[in-house]
């Protein structure tokens, strides 16, 4: 690995010699592949079970080192949303911010939503989620792994932070602040990123960081939770950060972190004024534990008084309420800027979808927060808020398209459902040709003759996406992007 000059000095002086070698000799092998088990489909007992899994990350109870032969991101469970490939020190963030169904939780910078799923299996379908990202190119791989995910309380939106912070003051409970950085803890893995590293880039994502986390602390409640993360090891993104933010918001202070299998305490020597509490900080170094760099901090507001909620709006309004949402996430400009369409129609729901989705056991409780974007019918999150004037990418779950007389259900409701939620499903094992053949976009033959249109295609019990069925053909209705290639 060719290592940048500045870099190197920089790292051996931080380390100090020996360190610094065991550091360098990290690059030289790895921990094998991870994942993290999605919670929102599966209890990881039972998945470990089937896979044979080579032991838990431990400072996340639904992550897992993997070592065997295939590929996972080939398995039919990738596509089914089962489990999310992720590094394990990335898995860190998301598991040290105590999140609990019913909250609201912010996840600011969350393209492309490793972070933002796994929040959101915390959340169990119950409070809100709103996953940001700057960066309109990145909000589609974030779309992608949401609805892949089969999240139905989440609204995702392409802003800045100030502007954010500006609507919604006070109202979360739990914020994850994963900020954009030097990404030196990702050399390992991205040689690519090494080329992009100089000390003025360290002071400039140093000098962003900065600013998010300012606008973050607008957007807390008093008594809520904000966690901080970086994939660098630049102690001027890191602890000298954290120190910046408390000395600019004495409101907040440092609560400590799982310290466990090689995890370091935060550097209060890598600090401007020697700060004793970044010990509470946490830093994942690759020759310390098995994982890339990475640094968590987390921080309590104090409690005081709650601010008004202004942003909550009654459930009968949200019909009325204008929502902004890109018609498809095809239609994204290529500036960074999403396409805002049509106002929300009143509801009233059309024959059709209600037909379709009187099948569905939660329908009733779903239909006074149903909108409308042209013909595509949304599912809002309970209590959302009005996001009027904002870049939204998606609002809650898209259910589908109410077209002249009929209604096709979307890929995402699909991934939202269990194959007991609706009334039609056939499901294959994983190793079966005809899981292959759906995923690859091709009609699948079913012996059940007796199922007649709309079924949820599943492997093992794992809905895969709609087929629609005639005589004992299954249509593919697989989403045409998201198609094994
Ligand atoms: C480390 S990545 C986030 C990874 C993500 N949390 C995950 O787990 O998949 C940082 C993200 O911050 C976004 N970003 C950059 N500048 C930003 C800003 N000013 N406000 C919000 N997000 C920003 C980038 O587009 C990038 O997606």
Same mark, same amino acid.
């Given at each position: 690995?060719?290592?940048?000059?500045?870099?190197?000095?920089?790292?051996?002086?931080?380390?100090?010699?020996?360190?610094?070698?065991q550091y360098l000799d990290?690059?030289?092998?790895?921990?094998?592949?991870?994942? @993290?088990?999605?919670?929102?489909?599966?209890?990881?007992?039972?998945?470990?079970?089937?896979?044979?899994?080579?032991?838990?990350?431990?400072?996340?109870?639904?992550?897992?080192?993997?070592?065997?032969?295939?590929?996972?991101?080939?398995?039919?469970?990738?596509?089914?949303?089962?489990?999310?490939?992720?590094?394990?020190?990335?898995?860190?963030?998301?598991?040290?911010?105590?999140?609990?169904?019913?909250?609201?939780?912010?996840?600011?910078?969350?393209?492309?939503?490793?972070?933002?799923?796994?929040?959101?299996?915390?959340?169990?379908?119950?409070?809100?989620?709103?996953?940001?990202?700057?960066?309109?190119?990145?909000?589609?791989?974030?779309?992608?792994?949401?609805?892949?995910?089969?999240?139905?309380?989440?609204?995702?939106?392409?802003?800045?932070?100030?502007?954010?912070?500006?609507?919604?003051?006070?109202?979360?409970?739990?914020?994850?602040?994963?900020?954009?950085?030097?990404?030196?803890?990702?050399?390992?893995?991205?040689?690519?990123?090494?080329?992009?590293?100089?000390?003025?880039?360290?002071? @400039?994502?140093?000098?962003?960081?900065?600013?998010?986390?300012?606008?973050?602390?607008?957007?807390?409640?008093?008594?809520?939770?904000?966690?901080?993360?970086?994939c660098t090891f630049a102690?001027?993104?890191?602890?000298?950060?954290?120190?910046?933010?408390?000395?600019?918001?004495?409101?907040?202070?440092?609560?400590?972190?799982?310290?466990?299998?090689?995890?370091?305490?935060?550097?209060?020597?890598?600090?401007? @004024?020697?700060?004793?509490?970044?010990?509470?900080?946490?830093?994942?170094?690759?020759?310390?534990?098995?994982?890339?760099?990475?640094?968590?901090?987390?921080?309590?507001?104090?409690?005081?008084?709650?601010?008004?909620?202004?942003?909550?709006?009654?459930?009968?309004?949200?019909?009325?309420?204008?929502?902004?949402?890109?018609?498809?996430?095809?239609?994204?400009?290529?500036?960074?800027?999403?396409?805002?369409?049509?106002?929300?129609?009143?509801?009233k729901i059309p024959e059709?979808?209600?037909?379709?989705?009187?099948?569905?056991?939660?329908?009733?409780?779903?239909?006074?927060?149903?909108?409308?974007?042209?013909?595509?019918?949304?599912?809002?999150?309970?209590?959302?808020?009005?996001?009027?004037?904002?870049?939204?990418?998606?609002?809650?779950?898209?259910?589908?398209?109410?077209?002249?007389?009929?209604?096709?259900?979307?890929?995402?409701?699909?991934?939202?459902?269990?194959?007991?939620?609706?009334?039609?499903?056939?499901?294959?094992?994983?190793?079966?040709?005809?899981?292959?053949?759906?995923? @690859?976009?091709?009609?699948?033959?079913?012996?059940?003759?007796?199922?007649?249109?709309?079924?949820?295609?599943?492997?093992?019990?794992?809905?895969?996406?709609?087929?629609?069925?005639?005589?004992?053909?299954?249509?593919?209705?697989?989403?045409?992007?998201?198609?094994?290639?």
């Amino acid at each position: 690995m060719n290592l940048p000059e500045d870099y190197q000095n920089k790292m051996q002086k931080m380390l100090g010699g020996d360190e610094y070698l065991q550091y360098l000799d990290s690059f030289n092998y790895s921990y094998g592949q991870t994942l @993290r088990v999605n919670q929102l489909k599966k209890e990881p007992a039972d998945f470990i079970r089937r896979f044979l899994l080579d032991g838990q990350v431990s400072w996340c109870s639904t992550g897992f080192y993997y070592e065997g032969e295939q590929k996972l991101s080939a398995h039919p469970y990738y596509y089914a949303g089962v489990y999310y490939l992720q590094e394990p020190s990335a898995m860190a963030p998301a598991a040290f911010l105590p999140v609990e169904p019913g909250d609201k939780v912010l996840d600011l910078c969350a393209a492309p939503g490793g972070k933002s799923t796994a929040l959101a299996a915390k959340l169990q379908g119950e409070g809100f989620l709103l996953s940001n990202d700057i960066s309109a190119s990145r909000c589609k791989p974030l779309l992608k792994n949401m609805e892949m995910a089969g999240v139905k309380n989440s609204v995702i939106t392409c802003e800045s932070p100030e502007k954010l912070a500006g609507r919604f003051a006070g109202y979360f409970d739990k914020i994850l602040v994963d900020a954009p950085c030097s990404g030196e803890g990702m050399f390992r893995r991205e040689p690519s990123m090494v080329k992009s590293w100089s000390p003025e880039e360290v002071e @400039r994502y140093a000098k962003l960081q900065r600013e998010i986390l300012t606008s973050a602390a607008q957007m807390m409640k008093p008594g809520g939770y904000l966690l901080y993360s970086t994939c660098t090891f630049a102690k001027e993104e890191d602890e000298q950060t954290v120190e910046y933010f408390l000395e600019q918001h004495r409101d907040f202070s440092l609560q400590e972190l799982p310290l466990c299998d090689g995890i370091e305490e935060g550097k209060p020597e890598w600090t401007i @004024r020697g700060r004793e509490d970044v010990k509470n900080c946490r830093r994942f170094l690759p020759h310390k534990v098995k994982g890339e760099g990475h640094f968590a901090a987390l921080f309590r507001k104090a409690d005081g008084v709650e601010s008004v909620d202004k942003q909550c709006i009654k459930e009968d309004d949200i019909s009325k309420s204008v929502h902004k949402e890109t018609k498809d996430k095809e239609k994204m400009c290529k500036d960074g800027k999403t396409q805002n369409t049509s106002k929300v129609k009143n509801v009233k729901i059309p024959e059709a979808m209600d037909e379709f989705m009187r099948e569905i056991p939660e329908w009733e409780q779903w239909k006074n927060r149903i909108i409308f974007i042209k013909e595509r019918a949304f599912l809002l999150p309970e209590n959302c808020p009005d996001f009027k004037g904002l870049r939204v990418v998606r609002s809650g779950l898209y259910l589908g398209d109410c077209l002249k007389k009929r209604f096709e259900p979307s890929q995402a409701l699909a991934m939202a459902l269990k194959p007991e939620e609706y009334k039609r499903s056939v499901s294959f094992k994983a190793e079966d040709i005809c899981v292959e053949k759906y995923l @690859r976009g091709e009609t699948v033959d079913i012996e059940d003759a007796g199922l007649d249109g709309w079924t949820l295609f599943c492997v093992d019990e794992f809905p895969l996406g709609w087929g629609k069925c005639n005589r004992g053909r299954l249509k593919n209705k697989y989403n045409p992007n998201w198609r094994k290639l």
